[in-house]
């Protein structure tokens, strides 16, 4: 992976988005944090940003909806962000809801710095954006 990469973590859970955004730094990439919808579209439709961890958990609006909305962006703004949707639940129905709303792949919590890195980089180091 290339250094000085830029990510945004969405999570309401601050420890979980430290967790995230240090294993996001070992890896090599810059990134913030927001908790809420409106900052992260805010972020996404600047362009500055070449990754998004979605988590389910943000209060003010599903992780479908945020996801189908960071689509609709991409699609106003002529850019392409790959989303790895982050859940709790295991149920692979969950998943594929995150899926079908555009996440481009659904890691279950805890997320483990190997499976993290493996995602981003099948992600972004080639030109595959459906791992899912």
């Known amino acids: 992976m290339r250094n000085n990469r830029k990510a945004i973590i969405a999570e309401l859970r601050s420890i979980e988005a430290t967790h995230l955004k ?3 730094k070992r890896k090599g990439w810059d990134s913030d944090v927001v908790n809420n919808s409106i900052d992260l579209l805010n972020k996404v439709a600047s362009g500055n940003y070449e990754l998004v961890l979605l988590s389910n958990n943000l209060l003010d609006e599903p992780a479908e909806e945020i996801a189908q909305e960071i689509r609709n962006i991409e699609k ?3 850019i392409r962000i790959p989303i790895i949707a982050i859940t709790s639940y295991s149920i692979e129905a969950e998943k594929r809801k995150l899926i079908k709303a555009g996440a481009d792949y659904c890691l279950t919590k805890p997320v483990y710095n ?6 981003i980089i099948g ?3 080639q030109d595959n954006y459906s791992l899912a």
């Open 76 to 78: 106003d703004n002529n």
């Open 123 to 125: 992600l972004t180091e």
């Open 114 to 119: 190997q499976n993290l890195s493996d995602v």
């Open 22 to 24: 240090l294993m996001l």
